[in-house]
């Protein structure tokens, strides 16, 4: 298992939604990257130097310090967009290979490099900025259906990332509550909601609406 890329945004304006500005336009960079805990949701911050979020209602936070999205799911996409698609394309801080993002649980816990330790948090939800940076109509619906979201990670241990650094499972919760499982419950499946309060890491917004799911 492997980081390929470790992509940093770039400000650009965002047609596709309330917001000004967008840092979906995320591209490779040389060398290592600092990756720190962010500040609280609402403030823009992320866990990765030079990035940063300007939807902050919806994204940033120590929940949502960086995405990582697999390789593997880019390259299949490749056909279906018609096009190559470049690391960072989907917004993601991190480009892996051989980790099976979409399965990982929640909570789990990888050590990238010598030192940094991210946690699993959550996935992604499809927005309208995605659909718009791709130019594909349809495009929310159609990658939620995949259910391919890729996953939201918690800094736990800072320090720096590359390319080409290791990644190394260090800890897998005995709970069976994986990014996928969760993606489809707050999508899709809202039945399956309740499955989701085995995941003590999971974050409090979709905890409490399992919770709510549990009580009606």
């Known amino acids: 298992m492997e980081l390929l890329s470790v992509n940093v945004g770039r400000p650009r304006p965002n047609p596709w939604k309330g917001p000004a500005s967008t840092g979906i336009d995320k591209r490779p960079a040389d060398g290592p990257v600092a990756v720190a805990v962010p500040g609280p949701k609402g403030t823009g911050e992320v866990g990765l130097a030079g990035d940063r979020v300007y939807d902050?209602?919806?994204h940033?936070?120590?929940d949502q310090a960086l995405y990582a999205y697999a390789r593997e799911d880019l390259d299949g996409w490749e056909?279906?967009?018609?096009?190559p698609l470049a690391n960072g394309v989907f917004g993601e801080n991190l480009t892996t290979t051989g980790?099976?993002?979409n399965g990982a649980l929640i909570g789990e816990r990888w050590r990238i490099g010598e030192r940094v330790v991210l946690e699993v948090s959550c996935p992604r939800?499809?927005?309208?900025?995605?659909q718009g940076w791709l130019d594909r109509g349809g495009w929310i619906k159609r990658f939620t259906r995949a259910g391919l979201p890729g996953a939201y990670l918690r800094v736990i241990v800072?320090?720096?990332?590359?390319?080409g650094d290791p990644v190394v499972l260090v800890h897998?919760?005995?709970?069976?509550v994986s990014i996928a499982l969760t993606f489809r419950a707050l999508t899709l499946e809202p039945q399956l909601l309740p499955l989701l309060l085995a995941a003590d890491a999971l974050p409090s917004e979709a905890r409490e609406?399992?919770?709510r799911r549990t009580a009606g």
């Open 172 to 176: 897998r919760p005995a709970h069976e």
């Open 99 to 101: 980790v099976d993002v």
């Open 60 to 62: 940033g936070g120590p």
């Open 125 to 130: 939800i499809p927005c309208g900025t995605f």
């Open 209 to 211: 609406l399992a919770l």
């Open 79 to 83: 056909p279906e967009l018609g096009r």
């Open 158 to 163: 800072p320090g720096e990332v590359r390319a």
């Open 56 to 58: 902050v209602k919806h």
